[in-house]
């Protein structure tokens, strides 16, 4: 059953992009901006599990909780340091702004520790179960079921609670939202802590699930969470999980079919045919921009 | 306009600033380290460059090299040195970047006037000397330039003062190709290969011409692309198509991870690369049960039995807290009694002699193995298979060419 395999490999690799892809369309959906540095949350996310794990004998979920917060409070530092200033300048001034902070993030890992790789030790068992013929290990129904459980949540807060309210009521408009007595300011700190806490948890995951952790590590799954938020439909919760799913099966079908070397094209391919023919994304309602 | 003019004005006097304080800079290292003003080789000391990688991302490499030739200076020294002559090693540090490879090379040939040059580890580094020291006369030996484009230019001519002491990559991919059949009786096998490092692609190439000379069948080819993390679905795919042994030339960043994935996808064949596996962060990266029944090719073992190797090993480990000597420890080591022994067979410290004694080398005795160089100044040494047991590097078995 390579098949099974192949789609099991697949949504494994497809719900670290979802995580990912969250916190993206978070916090596009509520002040407009790609948040270029969201990558690198989940660099930092990785790291903080690790010392976590390793330094200091803490266990899976332990390290977890503490990455989510730490980044948490990384995001809300961010924003308020970074992009709150320039919420009433340009997108691109702020665009430029978050590639900026990418790169202090990057540079300054780098600068305190090298830019060597580290291993992430294995915390979570590596058995497998076999199941129709594939191969289903301990750490694939882990991450998934993390992050379905994360999804969930995130879902709760949105729909059920008074903050998920002020933040839909902010993306809608943050005029009438601020009329309407509602913290602009405490509300999107909230979109970036919750974003950012969700990258922390995805850093965590990658790096018990593919081991190897880096100071750069976060710019391709960064710009393939980007695509994956896309190609749901940026802005659009369930629109980023379904992006994430679909380029993480398509991208396993590509390097399935023999085409390793293409896997990487493969998700750039799909961002340009939806800039192209559906530029709303696959959740996204076509509206026309507003002159 | 105005302020654009001024800007120009700063940048240059910059520019200009920087480029003053880099001569003084210059300057200032070359006092110290020359250690008998500017006469150059006097008649009773042999200079020595070392233009070595001992800081930047190779770091690790250079040192290594620099460890194993300060060992062997120091034993030829103790010993009367080369014809009585005493040697001056002139280290510089080239930073892990080819164009100070370049300026050290310049300041060895014109400054310091030094007999030969060692290094660098890397081959872009060494290749950076390359046209300096044919300029200049000055041997250039790379003790860990693996590539052929050190000494073999792409119109086949042979560069005739650079040289190596290492095998070249393509040699190692033969000794696999010939283990893979012989030792382990493999007949369909698969390669999985750095599709962006031509290092491994040489091994690969290599291999694969051995394993198909030979009546082997290549099942599979693949490829990853370095900094790649997930490789789940290639081998899966690579599986299917039921390999008895996967040839996975390249480094151990990548390669740790594969070993790794490779075996929880079910993938329990035996595995194998080149000296790009041989680091410690592979054993933390793989695990040590998943590298279990993997081997590597290798320049060298510290577990060798052999006598002239367990003798370079005790020394080794008395001058460096008994830590035991990697290939890079023992590549420059022999690098400093290759160069002895040429020196002594042209009974004079000039270039071009020097050069001349290097290329005529044959069956000279090394722990690194017994070499001859061929025409393209390539050694002709043994190569060594080793083992991962439990984590642990074990000697396997010598493969001649």
Redesign the interface.
Known sequence: MEWLQQLINGISLGSIYALIALGYTMVYGIIKLINFAHGDVFMIGAFIGFFAISRWDLGFFPALLLAMVVCALLGVFIERVAYKRLRNATRIAALITAIGVSLLIEYTTIFFRGAQPEAYPNVVSSKTFQFLGAQISMQSIMILSVSIVLMLILQFIVHKTKIGKAMRAVSYDVEAARLMGINVDNTISVTFAIGSALAGAAGVIFGVYYTKIDPLMGIIPGVKAFVAAVLGGIGIIPGAVAGGMVLGVVETIVSALGFSSWRDAAAFIILILILIFRPSGIFGKNTREKV | MVANSKLKKYASVFLASSLVVGLLAGCGSKDQSTTSGSKGNSSKEVKIGLNLELSG?VASYGSGIAKGARLAIKEINDNGGIDGKKIVPVEIDNKSDAAEATAAAIKLATQEKVVAQIGSATSGNTVAAVQIANKNKMPVIGPSATSPTVTVNSDNSVNEYAFRTCFIDPFQGRIAANFALNTLKAKNVAIFSD?ASDYAKGLAKSFKETIEENGGKVVAE????A?D??F???L??L??KKPDFIYIPGYY?EV??IV?QAR???ITVPLMGGDGWDSP?MV??A?GDSLNNTFFTNHYSSEDPDEKIQKFVEAFKGANKDQAPDAFNALGYDTVYWLKDAIERAGSTDGEKVKDALAETKDLSLVTGTFSVDENHHPVKSATVLEFKDGKQVFNSKVNP
């Open positions: 991302n599709s693949e490829s990853y692309v900094k993390t997930d789940k679905s290639t899966t795919r599986k299917s960043e740790g991870l790794k929880e996808a079910g962060k933390e990266l695990g």
